[in-house]
């Protein structure tokens, strides 16, 4: 079973910035096309960065520009450094499998960003 644990959170002010991690067991993660995941209150969960196994990057519009996703095979690991970051980037983040998402999803880690 693969398991997803996300870090790096945490309560900043606007134009702050970020850097959240993503550590991935299991042995399919170099194959993967990986990506970075929110969800505000009320909100559905919605895909803001994604990166191929062949480390293309791709990024929601609300957020290009300002986050930039890595990745490092040899750790299984995923990065969404985020800079520049306003009072709607807001929520928990998730990493996951893009397409195709692992179960169960990682407990996320939160992300507040205040004027």
């Known amino acids: 079973q693969v398991q997803l644990v996300e870090s790096g959170g945490g309560s900043v002010q606007a134009g702050g910035s970020l850097r959240l991690t993503c550590a991935v067991s299991?042995?399919?993660?170099?194959?993967?096309?990986l990506g970075w995941y929110r969800q505000a209150p009320g909100k559905q969960r919605e895909l803001v960065a994604r990166i191929s196994s062949a480390l293309s990057p791709n990024y929601a519009d609300s957020v290009k520009g300002r986050f930039t996703i890595s990745r490092d095979n040899a750790k299984n690991t995923v990065y969404l450094q985020m800079n520049s970051l306003k009072p709607e980037d807001t929520a928990v983040y998730y990493c996951n499998r893009v397409g195709n998402p692992f179960n169960p999803w990682g407990q996320g880690t939160q992300v507040t960003v205040s004027s």
């Open positions: 299991g042995s399919t993660f170099k194959i993967n096309s």
